[in-house]
């Protein structure tokens, strides 16, 4: 999923975030859940925000959905350009660049 930090806000690029499907996987849906229940803003046709609070839970809660197995690797790690510099800490373990 690409994404950027701007002002010590995560975003995640609103076109690669999971899609809520009525009837659809249950893991798939859970995933959109999840991913939305921690993000400070997760508007339709938007890129959610994450504050700095819930990155630890987002890397933990990425780890977790990319070892089920029921998940692509570009659908559980972030993607920062390489103008964003370095990746804080507490992202690295599921990100890398584009």
Avoid: C
């Avoid at 339709?44 to 819930?54: H, L, M, S």
């Avoid at 993607?79 to 690295?92: D, K, Y």
């Amino acid at each position: 999923m690409r994404a950027r930090i701007d002002n010590q806000i995560l975003f995640i690029y609103h076109e690669d975030l999971p899609e809520f499907k009525k009837g659809g996987s249950v893991v798939r849906n859970s995933y959109f859940w999840a991913l939305r229940s921690i993000a400070a803003h997760a508007s339709r046709y938007r890129d959610w925000e994450y504050e700095p609070e819930v990155w630890l839970a987002l890397s933990r809660m990425l780890l977790s959905f990319a070892e089920s197995g029921y998940l692509g690797l570009r659908e559980t790690l972030l993607e920062f350009p390489f103008s964003q510099g370095e990746i804080p800490s507490l992202l690295r373990d599921v990100s890398t660049f584009e």
